[in-house]
T-cell receptor, first 111, second 115 residues
Framework: EDQVTQSPEALRLQEGESSSLNCSYTVSGLRGLFWYRQDPGKGPEFLFTLYSAGEEKEKERLKATLTKKESFLHITAPKPEDSATYLCAVQAYSSASKIIFGSGTRLSIRP | EAGVTQFPSHSVIEKGQTVTLRCDPISGHDNLYWYRRVMGKEIKFLLHFVKESKQDESGMPNNRFLAERTGGTYSTLKVQPAELEDSGVYFC?????????????FGSGTRLTVV
């Protein structure tokens, strides 16, 4: 069964303190792995798509990497506005209509 | 460009009543998706439309849920009759192509509470 596990559930950092969020996945034929950001009361906001092991994508203070079993979202020198829930999701070739979400990591950045 | 619009933003109904959620996708997006998050769980897929046709409805929980997409534009999701376990946040998303290279654009969701 395809599934996504994210860790930690919650992470509190001081402003400027870099860290990484983990996403472990099991999928029968990975078509794509996605990172989304979700703010309270809003829908998920697309950040990155990764397709193959070794691929990396960057956007401002965020960098996403992918291996055959997991993905990391690295946050460098975060600011309070980076506080949000970060969601990882996968799409399988066998069921390309849907993406399977993890439960997310709630990130809080203290000034 | 306008985003994905969902309404109502909140709905509180009694068990056994009917509720209809509406989603207006981004103009020109043929692909429309419904997802939901029930209390304490992950966001889960419900179904996928390509234009007005249902491409995949494997995530629909039971026959109390009915989704339609009129003329390939807006979509509605009707729950009839509603049960307590239907409470949660219902998200709609749209995309120009199914390959998701640019990701899906999600609406802000409808929070449904069944009492």
């Amino acid at each position: 069964e395809d599934q996504v596990t994210q860790s930690p559930e919650a992470l509190r950092l001081q402003e400027g303190e870099s860290s990484s969020l983990n996403c472990s996945y099991t999928v029968s034929g990975l078509r794509g792995l996605f990172w989304y950001r979700q703010d309270p009361g809003k829908g998920p906001e697309f950040l990155f798509t990764l397709y193959s092991a070794g691929e990396e994508k960057e956007k401002e203070r965020l960098k996403a990497t992918l291996t055959k079993k997991e993905s990391f979202l690295h946050i460098t020198a975060p600011k309070p506005e980076d506080s949000a829930t970060y969601l990882c999701a996968v799409q399988a070739y066998s069921s390309a209509s849907k993406i399977i979400f993890g439960s997310g990591t709630r990130l809080s950045i203290r000034p | 460009e306008a985003g994905v619009t969902q309404f109502p933003s909140h709905s509180v109904i009694e068990k056994g009543q009917t509720v209809t959620l509406r989603c207006d996708p981004i103009s020109g997006h043929d692909n429309l998706y419904w997802y939901r998050r029930v209390m304490g769980k992950e966001i889960k897929f419900l179904l996928h439309f390509v234009k007005e046709s249902k491409q995949d409805e494997s995530g629909m929980p039971n026959n109390r849920f009915l989704a339609e997409r009129t003329g390939g534009t807006y979509s509605t999701l009707k729950v009839q009759p509603a049960e307590l376990e239907d409470s949660g946040v219902y998200f709609c998303a749209s995309s120009q192509d199914p390959d998701s290279f640019y990701g899906y654009t999600f609406g802000s969701g409808t929070r449904l509470t069944v009492v």
